[in-house]
């Protein structure tokens, strides 16, 4: 299903948004509609208090670790093959 969008727009700012799609070879629509993807893109995907939220469950376990150097060792032996 498609939708219409109807936005108003003062005469300079059409003019200017024209000749912007006109440098990049569009139709002002493909301008917009690229233009909005891009704005949809920049949102995040989730809301931020979700996110804060596994954050925060994600942050409270407490698993056991190791030294970083030793743990790149025990990694870099796995993966030759020799036993760590």
Known sequence: MNARLHVILDDAEMREIRAIARRNGMTVAAWVRRAIRGAKAEEPAADLQRKLD???????????????????????????????
């Not at 469950?57 to 032996?77: C, G, N, R, W, Y």
Request: aromatic share 6%; hydrophobic share 40%; no cysteine.
């Open 54 to 84: 596994a954050l925060r469950i994600a942050t409270s376990h407490s698993f056991p670790t190791a030294d970083i150097e030793q743990m790149l060792v025990e990694i870099a032996k796995g993966y030759s093959g020799r036993p760590a």
